[in-house]
């Protein structure tokens, strides 16, 4: 059974570094064709995607936000680790996590954690 | 950068009625890379269709998926009242890796 959880502050100040952890389970990050990807919400609007770590250690970011973010991975834990620098109120989104499975097809978001609501504001 | 387009913005249909989604890419993209999500109120996504064309695990066969080059169409051939919800679809580039059409929201007539 495939979860995953995500956690972290859910109110950051401008400015400020955001950490967002992911918690998984069920597969693992070092089998090829897994991936754990970083997905966006603002409210009432369309998806973002953010970043993506694949079995082999491989980033990929957003082109209009890479160099705010980082991703990493502790294998050992099962964990995911985005950070995104320089937070702004319009960052303020539900953050998702998503094992991503990236095959014959495109990569592509199979299991979604809940998503954490994450507020920029002084 | 390729960006998707999807339209209408808003469907209002009535249970039972037929839904056809459509997504159209700034240009041609392999069929492999084109990916279709369901969102209802306070969830998360979830995976309907991959590869234009296959259904993910569990997704019943009312839902179906088509398109190739850079018109893709997402089809619901008979709504039932849990379909009601907002529809994305995703494609996969080089640059960027990732983005997502602005959504369809299937709404009740």
């Known amino acids: 059974q495939v979860t995953l959880r995500e956690s972290g502050p859910a109110l950051v100040k401008p400015t400020q570094t955001l950490t967002l952890t992911c918690n998984f389970s069920?597969?693992?990050?070092?089998?090829?064709?897994?991936?754990v990807s970083w997905i966006r919400q603002p409210p009432g609007k369309a998806l973002e995607w953010l970043a993506r770590?694949?079995?082999?250690?491989?980033?990929y970011y957003s082109t209009s936000l890479r160099t705010r973010l980082t991703i990493s991975r502790d294998t050992s834990k099962n964990q995911v680790v985005l950070t995104m620098t320089n937070m702004d109120p319009a960052d303020t989104a539900t953050y998702y996590c998503?094992?991503?499975?990236?095959?014959?097809?495109?990569?592509?978001?199979?299991?979604w954690g809940q998503g954490t609501l994450v507020t920029v504001s002084s | 950068e390729i960006v998707l387009t999807q339209s209408p913005g808003t469907l209002s249909l009535s249970p039972g009625e037929r839904a056809t989604l459509s997504c159209r890419a700034s240009q041609t993209m392999s069929s492999r890379y084109l990916h279709w999500y369901q969102q209802k109120p306070g969830q998360a996504p979830r995976l309907l269709i991959y590869g234009a064309s296959r259904r993910a695990n569990g997704i019943p066969d009312r839902f179906s998926g088509s398109g190739s080059g850079t018109d893709f169409t997402l089809t619901i051939s008979s709504l039932e009242p849990e379909d009601f919800a907002v529809y994305y679809c995703?494609?996969?580039?080089?640059?960027?890796?990732?983005?997502f059409g602005q959504g369809t929201k299937v709404e009740i007539k």
């Open positions: 995703q494609q996969y580039g080089s640059s960027p890796p990732q983005t």
């Open positions: 770590i694949d079995w082999d250690d491989d980033k």
């Open positions: 998503a094992r991503t499975i990236y095959d014959d097809y495109a990569p592509r978001h199979d299991y």
């Open positions: 069920g597969f693992s990050l070092t089998t090829r064709a897994m991936c």
